[in-house]
């Protein structure tokens, strides 16, 4: 993609200053997210929740990211992003004040679900550097955003359990809402404004089918193991979120302004919107095995035997290669090529699920397989950003971006699900512990997957033309 004159004009300005400020703000709400994981005894404690209702506090939020983040890709197109990122980030931080304050469970959910807007962070950052940097310096920008909400995301597991034991929980909600509010007034003072980039119109009919549909879709999968995979509610439900979501496809390639145009990138999105659901699938199979694998009894004939700790250490590595692999995509790129790069970046995930097999009780092997699936997603998704930038233009790149990122969230989550479901299915006999078998079998799964995700990457043509 040629450098827009806008680029040229505030490169100076711009820079490293703002794609901090971006970045930051990704890694602290991924930060708040995963801080929460190991809190939520003390949290359902605090708001006198049900066992049930607690798990509004991750329900919520991902339900309200995929809702938004299309949306917020869309606003961004079309209006000033400086305009549309603080006012999404007063969203975020009224929602974050809300969790600290709550003493029941409303208050709680409703401040979770206002949260979910900040979900719609990383694409409004990814469209913001395509319209205010040069092409190279755009791409090394994606590769710090989605490298930071990986590091995130790891990074506070292990943060949360020193902050617990000499801070109340509300705290994993003062933090963050600190540092937010200073991002907030430096993002004031740093990012640029920019021109809009579109027509003003919003799809609001394709707004409220993909909302329907994913919301449909992603409550089926999350009830899915209490209802059953084969129970009517199940079945109807995912039924309708699909149909809902056909209706979506069918609006978006006929209407004149779409939320998100299916009609520009072709094939290469097509493509990198598959990896990202790969890529989703895959890790979150690994964020839901390693801390089951390492917190069971040897004698269970797998298992470390260790504490919550460990298995934070262990996951250490998904977060931190992750990072370090975002960054130096771009690099990788110029020097591969964009479809070896992508084909390329596959090979970890499929590594990462197959050498589980060999992980019973060698956290060496816990920890390698973490590393690569880190290696996988650093590389793959942002890999897929920097080639839906390529693919499409300036004005439709932050709703492409969150399209991407809300397919990969629905991959993890139909990860999660069957992952989870599959563990519950084969239990040991007298125990509460999966067997050996039943990993195994998720292991094959999300291995086809990453092979399917290789063989997609080669439908990728060999140069790719710019939007």
Not at 338 to 359: G, H
Not at 368 to 390: E, F, H, K, R
Request: aromatic residues 6%; contains cysteine.
């Amino acid at each position: 993609m040629s450098t827009s004159p806008l680029a040229v004009a505030t490169q100076r300005s711009t820079g490293t200053v703002v794609t901090a400020v971006l970045g930051g703000v990704v890694l602290v709400l991924s930060l708040l997210e995963s801080m929460l994981v190991p809190a939520l005894p003390l949290i359902q404690q605090g708001v006198g929740a049900s066992t049930a209702s607690i798990t509004w506090v991750f329900t919520g939020l991902l339900l309200s990211g995929a809702v938004c983040t299309p949306l917020i890709g869309r606003l961004a197109d079309i209006y000033d992003k400086k305009t549309v990122f603080l006012v999404v980030l007063g969203v975020v931080v009224a929602g974050v004040l809300l969790s600290a304050v709550a003493t029941s469970i409303l208050v709680l959910a409703t401040g979770q679900i206002l949260q979910g807007a900040g979900l719609g962070f990383a694409p409004l950052a990814i469209g913001m550097l395509g319209d205010t940097q040069p092409s190279a310096k755009a791409r090394t920008g994606n590769g710090l955003i989605i490298g930071m909400s990986a590091l995130g995301s790891v990074a506070g597991l292990l943060l949360s359990g020193p902050l617990l034991s000499v801070l109340p929980y509300n705290w994993l909600y003062w933090l963050p809402l600190a540092a937010l509010v200073a991002l907030g007034l430096a993002a004031v003072a740093v990012l640029p404004s920019t021109p809009a980039g579109g027509d003003g119109k919003v799809d609001w009919m394709g707004a409220i089918l993909l909302s329907t549909g994913l919301f449909a879709v992603l409550i089926a999968l999350t009830e899915a193991p209490t209802w059953g995979w084969s129970s009517a509610r199940f079945l109807g439900l995912a039924a309708l979120g699909i149909a809902l979501l056909a209706a979506f496809t069918t609006v978006e390639l006929t209407t004149v302004h779409p939320l998100v145009d299916l009609r520009v990138g072709g094939r290469p999105v097509i493509v990198t919107c598959a990896v990202a659901f790969a890529v989703g699938w895959a890790t979150y199979a690994v964020y839901l095995a390693l801390p089951t694998i390492v917190a069971a009894p040897p004698a269970a004939g797998y298992g470390l035997g260790e504490t919550p700790t460990t298995a934070g250490f262990l996951l250490l590595p998904l977060g931190v290669v992750a990072a370090a692999a975002a960054a130096l995509t771009g690099r990788l790129e110029r020097r591969l090529g964009s479809k070896p790069l992508m084909i390329l970046s596959c090979l970890p995930v499929v590594a990462s699920s197959a050498i589980l097999f060999l992980a019973r009780h060698d956290g060496a092997v816990l920890a390698l397989a973490s590393g690569l699936a880190g290696l996988g997603m650093g590389i793959g998704l942002t890999q897929a950003m920097n080639i839906v930038s390529s693919s499409v233009p300036t004005e439709r790149l932050a709703s492409a971006s969150g399209f991407l990122l809300v397919l990969r969230q629905v991959g993890g989550t139909l990860g999660a699900q069957v992952s989870g479901s599959v563990l519950a299915g084969d239990l040991i006999p007298g125990t509460p512990l999966p067997t050996w078998s039943s990993f195994g079998a998720i292991f094959v799964i999300s291995t086809v997957v990453g092979l399917a995700a290789i063989a997609t990457s080669l439908a990728l043509p060999r140069r790719l033309a710019g939007a």
